[in-house]
């Protein structure tokens, strides 16, 4: 049953909490991806079970992928096809996936065959065109059919010979990874260019992680701006630990950095693939301790005074720092992120109309804000049916009665049962 609303309640006193987040949802689809298009099995230990998981697993069933779930192992079989996918034509419905429409336009272009990949009203307005116009410039006959080179992608086209290729690095990091994961796939070595800079750095280096995990090396070269990939390699199916979700975890931090106290993540150590661990150290650098352990990080609050910080390469808690700037002495400002503007919503825009309904002052740029702590008070909150304005503005709730979240099962997205982990990390008795 679909709820209207989510009421918070503050807490009293500080939080005492631990917590063990569930599965990476960067990590499982590109996990997923790569098992599909492995020489034999694998096992994915922890997968995350999301809305944007589902409909990876259900957009590779479609393309004859088997995938089943072992409950009683925790595990994802994934029946891998040896590089090539078993049905040559399919239309997918991706939701707001953008992992999932990203990472297999890539490898549908490479692989070859006819399909057309289609999604939500949001994603018809999520920008495509750097990828398209890559795989196009390697021979693939692919198209953008919406304004601005926004899905659907058609994609008619034979198995990729390889070659050069050469993709921007400041609109998503989810096009070069998509690239990267494919090229093994192309009959002949590929290699590929950044141009401009490249944002998100870390979701990069997490997918050269996954792509050696399961048997595939990638060589980069001036310093890391192109990378080349030998034909000659195949993946191989493994078993595979997913890591739980950094992302998921920086709302647990991050309760501790605004009502005080401690919240220690498990599964999570500094040595993490997913550079949204980094986030802790925007909490430290406003006054928290940030202790690491072997298999934990603990942040103990609360957070005191405002930050310079440019979050390119962890744009996905952008929301979440933006929470806990309201508690804070001074200002905050956040920047590098201008590509959260093409997100499940406009991660700058609809995040400043919402921070100033709980009375703070926002500048907005085109790249960030500044955000200046007023006396707060409660609102109406709206989500845009996006699971990071939910996870995230809840928390201004505990510590300020009269927060409602609006569209709260949109957290589906990536952490279905968020506000009963939230709950019970809060108030454990």
């Known amino acids: 049953m679909m709820r209207d609303a989510v009421e918070m309640q503050p807490v009293a006193g500080d939080l005492d909490g631990t917590i063990q987040p569930p599965g990476s949802k960067s990590i499982t689809n590109r996990a997923l991806l790569i098992a599909a298009l492995a020489n034999g099995q694998s096992c994915l230990r922890g997968a995350l079970e999301s809305e944007d998981t589902r409909v990876m697993i259900e957009s590779l069933t479609r393309l004859g992928i088997v995938v089943n779930h072992a409950a009683d192992r925790n595990c994802l079989t994934v029946i891998g096809a040896g590089g090539r996918f078993p049905r040559s034509s399919a239309e997918l419905f991706v939701e707001n996936s953008g992992t999932t429409i990203r990472f297999l336009t890539a490898a ?12 939500v009203s949001r994603m ?42 050469k993709i921007r690095g400041d609109l998503s990091s989810q096009y070069l990874s998509g690239l ?50 030998s034909a000659l390699q195949k993946y191989q199916g493994r ?42 150290r925007c909490l430290r650098s406003m006054g928290c301790e940030l202790i690491h352990d072997q298999d934990s990080i603990t942040i103990v609050g609360p957070a005191k005074r405002g930050i310079v910080v440019d979050m390119s390469d962890v744009s996905d ?23 959260n503007r093409i997100k499940e919503t406009d991660r700058i825009g609809n995040l400043a109309i919402e921070l ?35 996870m995230s503005l809840a928390l201004v709730g505990l ?31």
């Open 108 to 119: 549908l272009a490479v692989t070859g065959g006819s399909y057309r990949l289609d999604g």
């Open 239 to 280: 078993d595979y630990q997913i890591e739980p979700d950094a992302s998921a975890a920086s709302y647990f931090w991050a309760a501790a950095a605004i009502c005080g106290g401690r919240a220690t993540v498990r599964g999570l150590n500094k040595y993490s693939i997913q550079g949204d661990v980094g986030f802790t």
């Open 180 to 229: 990267l994961m494919a090229a093994p796939l192309a009959e002949n070595a590929m290699s590929i260019e950044i141009e401009g800079p490249l944002i998100s750095r870390p979701y990069l280096q997490m997918t050269i992680e996954l792509m050696r995990s399961f048997g595939v090396e990638c060589c980069s070269y001036d310093a890391a701006n192109r990378f080349e990939i």
């Open 317 to 339: 808690t952008v929301q979440t720092l933006a929470a806990v700037a309201l508690f804070v002495s001074g200002s905050t400002t956040i920047r590098n992120v201008a590509h």
């Open 124 to 165: 018809r307005e999520r920008p495509i065109g750097p990828l398209v116009d890559s795989l196009a410039a390697l021979g693939a006959n692919i198209v953008a059919e919406s304004p601005g080179q926004c899905p659907p992608v058609r994609i008619d086209s034979a198995r990729l010979a390889g070659g050069r290729a």
């Open 356 to 390: 100033r309904k709980f009375g703070a002052h926002v500048e907005e740029f085109g790249d960030g804000l500044t955000i200046t702590p007023g006396p707060l008070t409660g609102a109406k909150i709206e989500t845009y049916h996006d699971h990071r304005m939910a």
């Open 399 to 429: 510590r300020v009665p009269g927060v409602s979240i609006l569209n709260p099962d949109c957290v589906a997205k990536t952490f279905p049962n968020y506000f009963a982990a939230l709950e019970k990390f809060c108030r454990p008795g």
